[in-house]
């Protein structure tokens, strides 16, 4: 019984290792539920043009963070620094989405 507490004790900890390593390099963040957190950087140019209106056309350069929590896949869009919240949105597992300017 000990050399399995032993391996499991092991194991969570390569893990969570490799969640550290993951948060570095790509920007990645898992909490505690598990769920996925993930930022790119992108040119306005290159957003979908369903969200781009999301976007002030002064502002070049946007944060995409994206998520998912069980079967829904969210982002959130906000500027350089990722400080200021411009748009919410969600796509479910039928690949319905919806969009949320914020104010």
């Not at 032993?6 to 990645?28: G, N, P, T």
């Not at 957190?37 to 963070?65: F, H, K, M, N, W």
């Not at 990722?82 to 104010?103: C, E, M, P, R, T």
């Amino acid at each position: 019984m000990t050399g399995e507490v032993l391996i499991l004790i092991k194991f969570k900890a390569a893990k969570r290792a490799l969640i550290l390593e993951l948060e570095l390099v790509m920007d990645v963040i898992v909490d505690d539920e598990n769920t996925v957190y993930e930022t790119v950087r992108l040119e306005r140019e290159e957003l979908d043009s369903a969200v781009i209106d999301l976007v002030p056309s002064t502002q070049g350069i946007v944060c995409v963070t994206s998520f998912s929590v069980d079967d829904v896949i969210g982002f959130i869009i906000a500027d350089k620094q990722n400080k200021n919240a411009y748009g919410i949105g969600f796509i479910d597992y039928d690949n319905q989405s919806q969009f949320v300017k914020l104010s």
